[in-house]
Structure formats: C-alpha cells, structure tokens
C-alpha cells in the first residue's frame, strides 16, 4: 500500500504554475520532507493534497484510494491532518476546549445520539477529555489547560496547534513549517514530539526552512524549485547536489 502518492499535480494561478505537474510517492513510514525556496509551491501541493485547494490536472491517492476533489473535512476524517503555516488556533476558547472541538467524529454532534444516547455522548466525552488532559500533559500545557488559547505563547499555540491534530488521531500528519518562529528549546520539544509520533508509526510529512532540523528529522526528502520537483532522496544527498543547491543560490541571490 501507498500512503500518499502524488501524479502529474498541477495547479495554475492566473498565467503562474504554482505547482507543475508534480509526481512522487511518500515513503510508507517515517519522516519525510519537502524543502524549497520561497514560493516554490510547497504550501499549495499542501493545500492540494488536503483538499483546500483544487488541482487543474493530476491525481493524488492517500492509501490508494484517489482523493482530489474530496472536501478537507472528508479528508481529515480519513485520517489527513494538516496544520497550517499560519497558526490556527481558536483564541476565545481555552487550551483544554480547543483540543475537545478536534476531537473525531463526536456521538454529541448527531442529533439522535442527543436524545436516545445520552449516557453514550457523556461516556465519549469523558473519554475525550482524559485524552485531553494526555496530550496537554505530553505538550507541557497541562498548566495552561483553562487560559485561553489567545493568552498563550506564540510557542505554546503550535504546541497546541500540534495537540489538535495529535486529538483526531491521524494516520499521517503534514505539518507546515512548524518550527518557524519557534525557540530552539520548543524546537527540540516539537522534534521529540514528531519522533514520538514516527515511532507510534505516524506518518509525518513537513515543509521545513531549518535545514539542520531537516537533516536530523528526515527520512527523505523532496525538492521543489519553481512550482517543479527536481530532488528526491536523503537529507544528505540533497546538500551535495547541484541543481538543489542552485536553485536555493539562485533565489538568494535575487534577494543579496
Ligand atoms: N491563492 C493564491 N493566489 C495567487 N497566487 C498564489 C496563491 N497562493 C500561492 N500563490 C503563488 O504561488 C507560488 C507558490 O506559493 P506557495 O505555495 O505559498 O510557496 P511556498 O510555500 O513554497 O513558499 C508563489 O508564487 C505564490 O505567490
Ligand atoms: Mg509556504
């Protein structure tokens, strides 16, 4: 079985190609990457791959079954959870109750559980909430499990962020950029958290600028430059590769 395989994805904005006929397959386990200059596209194969965007032409399979077109909460669902590059928190509920609104398909949600199966919706629902109080703990936010989201920590919101995707149970996770603006001893946090994850046999699938943080983490790793893939291999490998290494001194150039 695949667990995401992506053929000839292409999404176009206007006269750009943000994303151009893109194809390749995750690794089943582990942790792998995709890296790339800025504007290269790897936010929008995210949003193509999670459904939030639609692709112009080109497939994507999440486990072999095809998904392009399916709604981001089907998709998430099935066990596809992203975060954004953006944190997304729910400011004006606490830290404790933005976990609760990520748990998966609540009995509370259907109107027959309401009426007929109100012992079942309580029992769910405690068992959500020692699920909770779980992951607060793992994350060290056990402390700030009652403060609301919006009074926390640039660091502590993608902590949470990260606790809301941990609450769906997801069977791969994509993770925008979630070291960025983050310190260095959050980031070591986030990576034992992400190991975690991989050894729980979580797939995890990043975009990430922090290269060290990359080499460390990733299995393998995808390059995009310019809406195209022009890598794919180890960590290692891409560092020493030319067209990988132009592309990345070809923007910076731009930029100096
Ligand atoms: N919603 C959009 N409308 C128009 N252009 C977009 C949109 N989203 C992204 N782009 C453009 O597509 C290209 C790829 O962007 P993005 O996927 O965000 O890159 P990355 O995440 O690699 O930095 C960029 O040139 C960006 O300006
Ligand atoms: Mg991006």
Request: glycine fraction near 8%; charged fraction near 25%.
């Given at each position: 079985m695949s667990v995401l395989r992506i053929e000839q994805a292409t999404k176009k904005f206007g006269g750009l190609v943000?994303?151009?006929h893109v194809s390749f397959e995750l690794a089943v386990q582990g942790i792998s990457g995709l890296v790339g200059p800025n504007g290269s596209g790897k936010t929008t194969l995210f949003h193509l791959i999670s459904g939030f965007y639609k692709l112009d032409s080109g497939s994507i399979y999440y486990r072999d079954v095809p998904i392009s077109g399916l709604p981001p909460h089907v998709i998430s669902r099935m066990g596809l959870v992203r975060t954004f590059q953006q944190t997304r928190v729910l400011p004006f509920m606490t830290t404790l109750d933005n976990l609760m609104a990520s748990?998966?398909?609540?009995?509370?949600?259907?109107l027959s559980a309401v009426f007929f199966e109100r012992g079942k919706v309580k029992q769910e629902e405690t068992r959500y909430r020692e699920r909770a109080h779980e992951i607060l703990d793992k994350l060290q936010l056990g402390r700030v499990?009652?403060?609301?989201?919006?009074?926390?920590s640039y660091g502590q919101q993608r902590l949470l962020e990260l606790g809301r995707v941990l609450m769906a149970r997801p069977k791969i996770v994509l993770l925008d950029e979630?070291?960025?603006?983050?310190?260095p001893t959050l980031i070591r946090k986030i990576m034992e958290i992400l190991m975690q994850l991989r050894d729980q046999g979580i797939k995890i699938f990043l975009i990430e600028h922090n290269m060290p943080f990359v080499s460390e983490m990733c299995d393998e790793v995808f390059v995009l430059d310019a809406g195209k893939l022009i890598f794919h291999g180890t960590p290692q490998q891409a560092r020493r590769d030319q067209g990988v290494i132009d592309a990345y001194l070809g923007r910076e150039e731009h930029v100096a």
């Amino acid at each position: 079985m695949s667990v995401l395989r992506i053929e000839q994805a292409t999404k176009k904005f206007g006269g750009l190609v943000a994303v151009d006929h893109v194809s390749f397959e995750l690794a089943v386990q582990g942790i792998s990457g995709l890296v790339g200059p800025n504007g290269s596209g790897k936010t929008t194969l995210f949003h193509l791959i999670s459904g939030f965007y639609k692709l112009d032409s080109g497939s994507i399979y999440y486990r072999d079954v095809p998904i392009s077109g399916l709604p981001p909460h089907v998709i998430s669902r099935m066990g596809l959870v992203r975060t954004f590059q953006q944190t997304r928190v729910l400011p004006f509920m606490t830290t404790l109750d933005n976990l609760m609104a990520s748990a998966p398909d609540q009995a509370g949600e259907r109107l027959s559980a309401v009426f007929f199966e109100r012992g079942k919706v309580k029992q769910e629902e405690t068992r959500y909430r020692e699920r909770a109080h779980e992951i607060l703990d793992k994350l060290q936010l056990g402390r700030v499990a009652n403060e609301l989201a919006g009074n926390l920590s640039y660091g502590q919101q993608r902590l949470l962020e990260l606790g809301r995707v941990l609450m769906a149970r997801p069977k791969i996770v994509l993770l925008d950029e979630p070291t960025a603006g983050i310190n260095p001893t959050l980031i070591r946090k986030i990576m034992e958290i992400l190991m975690q994850l991989r050894d729980q046999g979580i797939k995890i699938f990043l975009i990430e600028h922090n290269m060290p943080f990359v080499s460390e983490m990733c299995d393998e790793v995808f390059v995009l430059d310019a809406g195209k893939l022009i890598f794919h291999g180890t960590p290692q490998q891409a560092r020493r590769d030319q067209g990988v290494i132009d592309a990345y001194l070809g923007r910076e150039e731009h930029v100096a």
